[in-house]
């Protein structure tokens, strides 16, 4: 009985968690918002991958997600902080059921918690496409905050995984930190070629940030323009 | 459909003329890739006549399709375009953060406008944006309390506004000018006349026709550029031959779509030639200062929407205001 009430559950939620990408993310960001490129595009096209991009709102991870064909979905975990997503019950099950992030605990390599390195690699042999941060938090809106090691660390684990490096640039405006008012923009979206730890080895940290400045400065559209 | 099939009829024949117009350039278009397939690289010149093509029938496609739905249909339209234009321009001239809020106002501002035109109510939808906008969103801006740069934000989003909503709900209310105090409930499924629709289609296909009349003579006869520091590909000859081209066509389509006769339509045609020139080079200048290429990228081969009905948000009022001053 109770396998088959976990069984019914899991399965609501999957259906919430299409319909939700379906009918609300996918719209909102395709029209509400809209979207320029800014190369071609270069997201994964199967499982065990890892799309790193740069952090400005809460909708970078909609962006990215409504990004990838809806067959993937089911393999999409934004890598994201367990006590800022486990604050309370509806958020949590948000958070983890509909969005479904893989929540990692920050700051605490006392050995009590797990790894979070460990747990991303987990979710890597499982076939999964991580979505990751390395700037950690949103941070302030539309300027990108020193890269952390945490990617490198992540890559050197899993060498041989396809690491996708994408720029999101106008997000912030939309939906900053702190501000729940959606105030439609064109958000410009670049992407570069996948790398490897394998690929690169040492220099992996050094070519990841290069690319991003590449990205970075592929774009032309102002910031807010008046400071 | 709630027009009369009959009184549709100089519509849709303009719009069979369109269709085998822009046939006949898809077929050219086709005939030249192929031949420089054979000798060589076409490169993205190609591609880039290609990709226009391909827009103007999806353009086309879509404005005929409201305009054979019905007003409402069309005013839905102008209302979306306002709303993507204003986004283009609010994704290109600086803005402020403190302003977040008042941007979303200005959106707001979209689906009161075009409410107006639907229910026919000249008298707000002229003053709403110049008059109630203008004083209400400086009011929104002061209470969130940030002075810099506060006239520079303010103008432009005033600016926006008058652009890409103001100008652009013109060509939704041409549809409903001719019903003006016709007492016709345009929601209650009557049968309409299909004035205001012949009448927003011969202000459509004279700006947009004189664009690329301007552009083709631009290449074959401009020498001497008009504005080199804004835009130096609009020359002297390109200006020229729009304005003669535009001038025969308003005169040969005025006697079908509009209540003017061939010497006023011609008339009409040179007015429009000549405020598409001036909202072309408006937009560039405007693209120019913002220090960017295309306004968006919706329309490929065109760039965005704002690259596209540049030149109708200035032939718009210019127009509307001829038409309701002499016939409605």
Redesign the interface.
């Known amino acids: 009985m109770n396998t088959l009430k976990q069984n019914i559950l899991k399965a609501s939620n999957t259906v919430l968690r299409f319909l939700f990408f379906i009918v609300i993310v996918r719209p909102l960001v395709k029209i509400v918002i809209?979207l320029?490129?800014h190369s071609p595009i270069n997201l994964p096209k199967n499982g065990k991958a890892i799309v790193v991009a740069n952090h400005n709102s809460h909708l970078d991870t909609m962006v990215l997600i409504s990004m990838m064909p809806l067959r993937l979905l089911s393999k999409i975990q934004p890598v994201a902080a367990a006590d800022y997503f486990t604050k309370n019950r509806w958020v949590k099950w948000f958070a983890l059921k509909i969005i479904g992030i893989l929540p990692i605990v920050r700051n605490k390599m006392d050995g009590k918690s797990d790894n979070p390195i460990e747990l991303c690699k987990e979710a890597l042999e499982h076939g999964k496409i991580l979505i990751f941060f390395p700037e950690g938090s949103r941070g302030e809106?539309e300027k990108m905050s020193e890269l952390k090691y945490g990617i490198t660390k992540l890559a050197k684990e899993c060498p041989e995984v396809s690491i996708y490096p994408v720029y999101l640039h106008?997000l912030g405006?939309v939906m900053?930190k702190g501000?729940a008012?959606l105030?439609?923009?064109?958000c410009d979206i670049a992407f570069s070629e996948p790398m490897s730890f394998q690929q690169y080895q040492a220099d992996f940290f050094e070519v990841l940030k290069a690319s991003f400045e590449q990205m970075h400065d592929s774009i032309?559209?102002?910031d807010?323009?008046?400071? | 459909m709630i027009f009369d099939f009959a009184t549709m009829l100089p519509v849709f024949k303009v719009f069979f003329a369109l269709v085998v117009f822009l046939s006949l350039a898809t077929v050219t278009c086709f005939f030249i890739n192929k031949r420089k397939a054979v000798t060589a690289d076409g490169g993205s010149m190609k591609n880039e006549l290609q990709l226009r093509i391909n827009s103007w029938w999806v353009m086309i496609g879509v404005f005929g399709l409201s305009l054979l739905f019905g007003p409402i249909t069309t005013i839905y339209l102008f209302a979306i375009l306002s709303f993507v234009a204003l986004k283009e321009y609010f994704s290109m001239t600086p803005t402020r953060k403190a302003d977040r809020q008042v941007l979303f106002w200005a959106y707001l501002i979209i689906p009161l406008q075009y409410y107006w035109v639907a229910i026919g109510w000249y008298g707000m939808f002229i003053i709403f944006i110049p008059i109630y906008a203008f004083l209400f969103m400086p009011f929104r801006m002061v209470l969130a309390g940030e002075t810099k740069n506060y006239l520079k934000a303010a103008s432009n989003i005033h600016w926006g506004l008058m652009l890409t909503v103001f100008t652009l709900s013109h060509l939704a209310f041409l549809v409903v000018l001719p019903l003006q105090g016709a007492e016709v409930e345009l929601t209650n499924g009557l049968r309409v006349s299909s004035e205001g629709a012949a009448l927003l289609l011969y202000l459509v296909v004279l700006t947009q026709l004189n664009d690329v009349s301007q552009f083709i003579s631009g290449k074959l006869f401009g020498h001497t550029p008009i504005t080199p520091t804004v835009s130096p590909n609009k020359t002297r000859g390109g200006l020229i031959g729009g304005l003669i081209f535009t001038g025969l066509l308003g005169a040969l389509l005025a006697n079908s779509l509009t209540p003017m006769v061939w010497w006023q339509g011609m008339l009409v045609g040179f007015g429009i030639s000549l405020a598409g020139f001036i909202g072309d080079i408006s937009m560039s200048a405007i693209k120019r200062d913002a220090g960017i290429k295309d306004t968006g990228q919706l329309l490929p081969g065109h760039g965005g929407i704002l690259d596209r009905l540049d030149s109708l948000t200035f032939t718009a009022p210019l127009f509307f205001h001829l038409m309701h001053y002499y016939f409605y």
């Open positions: 809209g320029r490129y809106p106008g405006k900053p501000d008012v105030v439609p923009f064109f032309k559209y102002p807010w323009g008046y400071e």
